[in-house]
């Protein structure tokens, strides 16, 4: 069926080193540098060669290249010399191929992992805030954050307020909101013990997971945003540029010295699709260009003198009053032949009868939370102004494929109190954390500016922020973050969303549509899931007993 190419023995040889298969259509690259396999498909998008052709005539048979210049820091059989001067051809192979290709398209053909350790709650979320990115973030309900790292609790101490006079205050109070942490954390463990006893179906695995998970999202409040954790990051080349650029201009010192070390890094495995970052007339005015911008924003939204509306929790701010009549046009359009003004005109004449039947045949039967309709869906939008706790904004904030942005965190529009650290008898202890940490806000505030006192407020305080999304993405976006597992703050934020759509906005059909939204509210919310994942684990095993020393 597909056309085998041919090649010599010897040239199988050394196919097969670099290619996981020689004589089929589709295959992928291994034992090659980041660096060259961008220069290879920049080069194979301008040539009737085939990669691997292409491959063994340009990149592997040129004298002045050879093998050294593509095989890069690798070792073993055939791979002889110094690594360095293999990368420094490499990086002189990458120039030559690219001189013709401009940046920005060649800088997606290359990518890293990159490992980002104790970085503060505020630099997670500068971290995550690219699109075009893979990212995995260390969970605040999978480990206690009393566990120290080191002699010390698990926070940043910001580089304005080190080796200030304000560093032994702020050590001090740090300590004692992971003590006050610790305590609630561990009272409600015991408290959910009680109130959901282990059931016989269950392993202890299985139930001492679920308790964790319920007394750490009680106990996550009392987090202070300079709580740090661990994320990895998969990205391209100029999804790196674009971070690394963001972060040059950003406020706070850690985020510019994190991103320094970000370069040194990618420099060892992705240099070539970095090497504009920091040049003065390249990635050094474009870091300007966003730091000059924020400052004159700053200055204006300052002289904004009115103090802020009382408005709900979420809040639908915009919609498209035409969504359900220019979805169904859109829902048509892949199948017909009419122009796209045509179609539009068509769905606003039918009834809405006709309009529920398209809508309907074409989010089909969802077996599935994944089965998500299609393109069409993309067509219209909602808008949703959010004042939230940090720690559910922290979750919704990785929701990628939409446009959100968020306000300085503050004290300034409270806190929320969990009802399980009531029930324990334990608000006085987490009202006069927070009452320390406010104070302690104002003092960073006065020193340093209000930037840097983000780092003492608490989780459980709330942030405003708004979250602008097609209605595909609203799909997708509330019935995963409804799913029973999930964290009752963030669950219940997403709930009110499908709620507006439904009534606010009238989109009946849409939120009906939307089935695997869930309303009901659950006691230990991560059981189900950790009943699966055991389940899992057995059946990998190939055994089919639960753990009953957990």
Same mark, same amino acid.
């Given at each position: 069926?597909?056309? =085998?190419?041919?090649?010599?023995?010897?040239?199988?040889?050394?196919?097969?080193?670099? *290619?996981?298969?020689?004589?089929?259509?589709?295959?992928?690259?291994?034992?090659?540098?980041?660096?060259?396999? #961008?220069?290879?498909?920049?080069?194979?998008?301008?040539?009737?060669?085939?990669?691997?052709?292409?491959?063994?005539?340009?990149?592997?048979?040129?004298?002045?290249?050879?093998?050294?210049?593509?095989?890069?820091?690798?070792?073993?059989?055939?791979?002889?010399?110094?690594?360095?001067?293999?990368?420094?051809?490499?990086?002189?192979?990458?120039?030559?191929?690219?001189?013709?290709?401009?940046?920005?398209?060649?800088?997606?053909?290359? #990518?890293?992992?990159?490992?980002?350790?104790?970085?503060?709650?505020?630099?997670?979320?500068?971290?995550?805030? #690219?699109?075009?990115?893979?990212?995995?973030?260390?969970?605040?309900?999978?480990?206690?954050?009393?566990?120290?790292?080191? &002699?010390?609790?698990?926070?940043?101490?910001?580089?304005?307020?080190?080796?200030?006079?304000?560093?032994?205050?702020?050590?001090?109070?740090?300590?004692?909101?992971?003590?006050?942490?610790?305590?609630?954390?561990?009272?409600?463990?015991?408290? *959910?013990?009680?109130?959901?006893?282990?059931?016989?179906?269950?392993?202890?695995?299985?139930?001492?997971?679920?308790?964790?998970?319920?007394?750490?999202?009680?106990?996550?409040?009392?987090?202070?945003?300079?709580?740090?954790?661990?994320?990895?990051?998969?990205?391209?080349?100029?999804?790196? &540029?674009?971070?690394?650029?963001?972060?040059?201009?950003?406020?706070?010192?850690?985020?510019?010295?994190?991103?320094?070390?970000?370069?040194?890094?990618?420099?060892?495995?992705?240099?070539?699709?970095?090497?504009?970052?920091?040049?003065?007339?390249?990635?050094?005015?474009?870091?300007?260009?966003?730091?000059?911008?924020?400052?004159?924003?700053?200055?204006?939204?300052?002289?904004?003198?009115?103090?802020?509306?009382?408005?709900? &929790?979420?809040?639908?701010?915009?919609?498209?009053?035409?969504?359900?009549?220019?979805?169904?046009? @859109?829902?048509?359009?892949?199948?017909?032949?009419?122009?796209?003004?045509?179609?539009?005109?068509?769905?606003?004449?039918?009834?809405?009868?006709?309009?529920?039947?398209?809508?309907?045949?074409?989010?089909?039967?969802?077996?599935?939370?994944?089965?998500?309709? #299609?393109?069409?869906?993309?067509?219209? *939008?909602?808008?949703?102004?959010?004042?939230?706790?940090?720690?559910?904004?922290?979750?919704?904030?990785?929701?990628?494929?939409? =446009?959100?942005? $968020?306000?300085?965190?503050?004290?300034?529009?409270?806190?929320?109190?969990?009802? @399980?650290?009531?029930?324990?008898?334990?608000?006085?202890? $987490?009202?006069?954390?927070?009452?320390?940490?406010?104070?302690?806000?104002? /003092?960073?505030?006065?020193?340093?500016?209000?930037?840097?006192?983000?780092?003492?407020?608490?989780?459980?305080?709330?942030?405003?922020?708004?979250?602008?999304?097609?209605?595909?993405?609203?799909?997708?976006?509330?019935?995963?973050?409804?799913?029973?597992?999930?964290?009752?703050?963030?669950?219940?934020?997403?709930?009110?969303?499908?709620?507006?759509?439904?009534?606010?906005?009238?989109?009946?059909?849409?939120?009906?549509?939307? /089935?695997?939204?869930?309303?009901?509210?659950?006691?230990?919310?991560?059981?189900?899931? &950790?009943?699966?994942?055991?389940? /899992?684990?057995?059946?990998?095993?190939?055994?089919?007993?639960?753990?009953?020393?957990?």
């Amino acid at each position: 069926m597909y056309f =085998t190419e041919d090649f010599s023995p010897s040239e199988r040889a050394v196919l097969s080193r670099f *290619f996981t298969n020689t004589d089929r259509p589709v295959f992928a690259l291994v034992n090659l540098p980041e660096v060259v396999k #961008g220069a290879l498909f920049a080069r194979y998008s301008r040539t009737p060669k085939s990669l691997r052709r292409l491959f063994l005539d340009e990149f592997y048979n040129q004298p002045e290249i050879g093998i050294d210049a593509i095989a890069g820091a690798l070792s073993g059989p055939g791979f002889d010399g110094d690594a360095d001067l293999k990368l420094e051809r490499a990086e002189k192979l990458y120039e030559r191929v690219f001189s013709g290709y401009g940046d920005d398209s060649v800088a997606q053909l290359g #990518g890293a992992h990159l490992a980002c350790e104790q970085a503060s709650n505020l630099l997670t979320k500068v971290l995550e805030r #690219g699109r075009i990115a893979a990212y995995l973030e260390q969970s605040t309900r999978y480990i206690y954050y009393d566990q120290k790292l080191g &002699e010390r609790y698990r926070y940043l101490t910001p580089p304005e307020v080190k080796g200030s006079p304000l560093e032994a205050v702020y050590v001090a109070e740090m300590d004692r909101q992971f003590e006050a942490y610790s305590n609630v954390v561990r009272a409600c463990k015991t408290h *959910f013990e009680q109130r959901f006893p282990r059931q016989p179906e269950d392993s202890l695995t299985v139930w001492r997971g679920s308790i964790r998970a319920k007394a750490c999202d009680a106990a996550r409040g009392l987090l202070p945003a300079a709580t740090t954790s661990n994320l990895g990051i998969y990205a391209t080349g100029q999804s790196y &540029e674009a971070l690394l650029l963001r972060m040059q201009a950003h406020p706070l010192a850690e985020a510019r010295d994190y991103a320094a070390m970000m370069i040194g890094e990618l420099r060892q495995v992705i240099p070539a699709f970095v090497r504009r970052v920091d040049v003065p007339d390249r990635g050094g005015v474009w870091s300007q260009y966003f730091s000059d911008v924020r400052e004159q924003m700053e200055e204006m939204a300052g002289r904004l003198k009115e103090p802020p509306a009382d408005v709900p &929790e979420v809040d639908l701010t915009e919609w498209d009053a035409d969504a359900e009549s220019k979805l169904a046009a @859109a829902a048509l359009y892949e199948s017909s032949d009419l122009p796209d003004s045509q179609l539009t005109a068509l769905a606003s004449r039918m009834s809405a009868d006709e309009r529920e039947k398209i809508l309907r045949a074409y989010v089909g039967n969802r077996s599935n939370r994944r089965h998500l309709p #299609g393109r069409a869906f993309e067509r219209s *939008f909602y808008r949703f102004d959010i004042l939230s706790d940090f720690g559910s904004f922290r979750d919704l904030q990785r929701h990628r494929m939409l =446009t959100i942005d $968020w306000q300085r965190l503050s004290p300034a529009f409270g806190y929320s109190v969990p009802e @399980a650290v009531e029930e324990n008898g334990l608000a006085d202890t $987490w009202n006069e954390s927070m009452d320390r940490m406010t104070e302690l806000h104002g /003092r960073i505030s006065d020193s340093f500016g209000p930037d840097v006192a983000q780092y003492a407020v608490p989780f459980a305080f709330r942030l405003r922020y708004y979250m602008h999304m097609n209605v595909r993405e609203a799909f997708h976006l509330i019935e995963l973050r409804t799913d029973r597992q999930g964290h009752a703050d963030y669950r219940r934020i997403c709930q009110e969303m499908h709620r507006l759509i439904g009534e606010k906005a009238g989109h009946r059909v849409i939120a009906d549509t939307m /089935r695997y939204v869930d309303h009901n509210q659950y006691g230990l919310e991560r059981l189900e899931a &950790e009943r699966k994942s055991e389940q /899992r684990r057995l059946d990998a095993a190939g055994d089919t007993r639960p753990d009953e020393n957990g």
